[in-house]
């Protein structure tokens, strides 16, 4: 039986939604930025990545996803910047410890078409095989 893909796109009317799996809760949450940097479609610069440190809390796991995919969206408007990769080094029900590598973008002046996680129909549960992380987008 062939692995689930890490993340799918999930068609809203006004919004874009994104499902992402992981064997643990910490790959879940790095899934979850890949499809939001699929969903965002910049292309990134030929420069060689540098390491953001990331550190967060929030009241729960779910709230934690929304802070976590913020950040990475502020990282890609403020700096102009793509993530590449990411790796959550430490992570619970409320606390997160991340690292980031980005590289500028190919064209800096390229929009980023998300606006903000919203809680709509948000989730991060146990799933089969591990954890899924429902998220939608206000775009």
Do not use: N, Q
């Not at 068609?11 to 940097?37: I, N, P, Q, S």
């Not at 390491?51 to 779910?62: H, Q, T």
Request: charge should be negative; glycine fraction near 8%; include cysteine.
């Amino acid at each position: 039986m062939a692995e689930p893909a890490p993340f799918e796109i999930l068609e809203h009317t006004a919004d874009v939604g994104l499902r992402a799996r992981g064997r643990t809760m910490a790959e879940a949450f790095e899934h979850a930025a890949d499809g939001m940097g699929a969903i965002l479609g910049l292309a990134p610069s030929d420069a060689p990545p540098a390491e953001v440190r990331v550190s967060l809390r929030a009241d729960d796991r779910a709230a934690l996803l929304v802070e976590w995919l913020e950040e990475l969206l502020f990282l890609a408007e403020a700096r102009g910047v793509c993530v590449t990769r990411t790796e959550v080094r430490e992570i619970d029900d409320t606390a997160l410890e991340a690292s980031a590598w980005v590289v500028p973008r190919a064209d800096p002046g390229a929009p980023v078409a998300v606006k903000a996680a919203t809680y709509h129909r948000l989730a991060v549960e146990p799933g089969p095989g591990g954890w899924i992380a429902t998220v939608f987008f206000d775009v």
